[in-house]
C-alpha cells in the first residue's frame, strides 16, 4: 500500500501476480481498479436554463455544447496563462448538468478553482466526491466481465458514451466506457453508502476471476497509461505546460466562445512553442525514469522525462519527454542521463500502444 | 521466512556466503519482495574493486530503481552474467542461483560487523509490510 493524494491505494497486489501480471491482464482480458479517490463535481442550473453549460464553457477547453445526454469528452481546466489546473472527463448528465470527474490529488484544488470561476454563472457546484465509489474495469474481455452483473446492454453503449443501470441489483449506477487504460472497458459510480462498493468490487472479481481478470493497483494503472500515451498531472500536464506543448491540441476549441486561458493559448500559438511532448524508446541497455535529464550529443542538456517506465506489454523500455521542437522529429537520437551514464534513446510515433481494432 | 543460516545480511538486505576467502553476495528475499518483479540488473565487471558501505551495482524492478551496496571490500572475480537476460531469476531464487558477484575479500574481518540469520529475521519482522494488498 502507498499513499497517493491522501488516500491509501494498493500499487499492486503481489499475491495474485503483482504488476506485470496485472498489466499483462488488462491487455489480454481484463483487469479490476478501485478508483473511488477520484473526485467528482456536478455543475447544475440554478434558476436559469443553461447556466451549467456555460459555466463548463467557460472552465473548460474543450467544446462541451458538442455532448449529447450521455456523452462524455476528454478535457482541461486552464489557468489564465493556458497551463493546466488539471485535465477533466466531462460528462453530460442532463439537459443542464455536466459531471466533472477530475485527479485524487487535485480535487481540493478543482473544487476551489471550479467554485471561484463559476461564481459569475447561474449554476449550483455540488461535490459528489464522498458519496460516490468509483470502479474500473479496463481490458477487452470487460464488457464479458460486466454484462451478468447488469441489466444494461454494454454492446449499446459507445466509446466515451454513458448510462445508467444496475448493478448487482444496485439501482441507478452510472456505467460509462472511458478509461486510462488505452483498452476497452467500463468505469462505474457507485454510491458509497452500505457496503456496496465492496460488494460490486467482489462480485465483478468472482464474475471475473474465470475470464482472467485481476485486481490492479496503482503500479499497473501508471504502466497501461504510459504504454497508451495518457497523461498525468504533474508529469505531462501542470501549471507550468501548455495545451500546445502537451500536444492536446485536439482537445482544445479555440473556436468555441471565451474560455479560461484562450488569449494565452492564441499568443503562445502565434509565438511558437520552446517544447513539446515526445515518445522516447531506449536504444541502450537501461530504463529511463521520471525527472531523468535528456541531454544532446555534446551532453548540454535539452529536455527532461515526464514519465519512464519498463512497459511491461511491448517489452520496451519507454518515456515521455519535453524536448525542443528542433529534437523532436521522429528518429532523433537523445541522451538520457541515467545514474551518470548517458544512453541512447530515439523519439517514435506515439501512442506506443493502440489497442487491435475488432 | 527462514533465512539461510550460512548466510551473513546486511541492514540493506544483501547477503554473504563466505567459501575460505572468496565471499559471494546477494539481495534477499525481503529485498526481491518489496522491488516486486525486477526487470533490469546492472553488475560490476570482472576487475573491479568495491569498497564496503558503497554502491556496486544496481537492481531494478518497474516501479523503482534499488542500489546495491557492498558488505565488504574486494576484488570482483566472477560475475552472475546469465542474469542480465533473465533478472526475475531474483525473485525466484535470491538466496541461491541468482547471487550477483563474486569477490576475494581484501578485509575478512569486515565480515563480522553482518547479522546472522537470526539477527536479519529479526530485522525484517520489525518492518512495516510495504506491499501487503
Known sequence: MTGFGGWDMPVEYPALGGIIAEHMAVRTAAGLFDVSHMGNILLQPAGQHGGALAAVQYISMNDASQLAIGQAQYSALLYPEGTFVDDVLVHRTGEDEYLLVVNAGTHEKDLRWVRTNTAGFPCIVRDLSNSLAQLAIQGPRAAEVLQPLTDVDLGEVKSYWFTWGSVCGLPRVMIARTGYTGEDGFEIYVPSEASWPQTIWNRILESGKILGLLPCGLGARNTLRLEACMALYGHEISESINVWEARLERFCRMDKGDFIGRAALERARTAGVRRVLAGLEMLDRGIARDDYKICDQAGAQIGYVTSGSPAPFLKKNIALAYLPPEHSAIGQIVFVEVRGQRLRAQVVPTPFYKRPRQ | ?133
Open chain 2, 1 to 133: 521466512m527462514a533465512y539461510p543460516a550460512n548466510l551473513r545480511y546486511t541492514k540493506d538486505h544483501e547477503w554473504v556466503r563466505i567459501s575460505g576467502d572468496i565471499a559471494t553476495f546477494g539481495i534477499s528475499d525481503y529485498a526481491q519482495r518489496e522491488l516486486g518483479d525486477i526487470v533490469f540488473v546492472e553488475l560490476p565487471k570482472v576487475g573491479a574493486k568495491i569498497a564496503v558501505g558503497q554502491v556496486f551495482g544496481s537492481v531494478e524492478s518497474v516501479k523503482a530503481v534499488s542500489e546495491i551496496y557492498a558488505p565488504a571490500s574486494g576484488e570482483v572475480v566472477e560475475v552472475n552474467s546469465p542474469l542480465r537476460d533473465a533478472p526475475e531469476k531474483i525473485n525466484q531464487d535470491p538466496h541461491g542461483a541468482a547471487w550477483l558477484i563474486k569477490v576475494r575479500l581484501s578485509s575478512p574481518a569486515e565480515i563480522n560487523a553482518l547479522m546472522d540469520a537470526a539477527a536479519y529475521e529479526a530485522y525484517v519482522a520489525e518492518k512495516p509490510e510495504e506491499a501487503s494488498a
